[in-house]
Structures are given as structure tokens and as C-alpha cells.
Nanobody, 126 residues
């Protein structure tokens, strides 16, 4: 069983930055694809970013390209999501997730992930 705990959310002004963290209970970050999703009020959960197996590649949702960076610290078993130039529409609960599927072309889909964190709230005021 893998446990994921997100942190780093909060209330910020538009244009500011936040770094979210996802701490794993086991060594997942370098072994498994790790993704970030978000869910805004009244909307479905959507893909934000993913770092593939071994950290070889990172992919981002169009809405986050150029404004976010996913990274990992293998020693700390932690994955990060650095978000810059935040906008009001980035307000959401952000979730990290771990996938047991080492090779997939569908990491943007929730169904590809096996473990989820409880989420951390990000609120961006305009």
C-alpha cells in the first residue's frame, strides 16, 4: 500500500507562486509515474502534470505549460509541483497520484493511477 500526502497549498495573490509537495510512504517517486491533478469547485478532476517512470519525461496540461514544473527528490521520496504566475482559475484542490503502470500513453487519465493523496487546497485571489 502506498500512501501519498500533499502539502504546500494556501492562499496567494494572482501572479504569485506556490510549490506543492507530495510525500510518499515508500520509494515511489523514482520508480513509478507520479502525476498531479486538480479539481475546482463544481468541475471534474483534471490532469495537471506527470513525471514518467524513472523521471525520464514530464508532461503538462496545456493550461499549465510554461508556468509549472514537476520534479522529484528520490532521497526524500517526494514529488513537487512548482507553479508560477498563478491565476484565479488555478484555484482548486490539488491531488498527487502514483501509477503502477510503467508505460502508458494515457497518464492524463485518472484511471491510470492506483494511489491518491487527500489533496491540498490552492486558492488564488485576483
Amino acid at each position: 500500500q502506498v500512501q501519498l500526502v500533499e502539502s504546500g497549498g494556501g492562499l496567494v495573490q494572482a501572479g504569485e507562486s506556490l510549490r506543492l509537495s507530495c510525500a510518499a510512504s515508500v520509494r515511489t517517486s523514482s520508480r513509478y509515474p507520479m502525476g498531479w491533478f486538480r479539481q475546482a469547485p463544481g468541475k471534474e478532476r483534471e490532469f495537471v502534470a506527470v513525471m514518467t517512470w524513472g523521471g525520464g519525461s514530464a508532461y503538462y496540461a496545456d493550461s499549465m505549460k510554461g508556468r509549472s514544473t514537476i520534479s522529484r527528490d528520490n532521497v526524500k521520496n517526494t514529488v513537487y509541483l512548482q507553479m508560477n504566475s498563478l491565476k484565479a482559475e488555478d484555484t482548486a484542490v490539488y491531488y498527487c497520484a502514483a501509477s503502477l503502470k510503467l508505460l502508458s500513453t494515457s497518464y492524463f487519465r485518472e484511471a491510470e493511477y492506483d494511489y491518491w493523496g487527500q489533496g491540498t487546497q490552492v486558492t488564488v485571489s485576483s
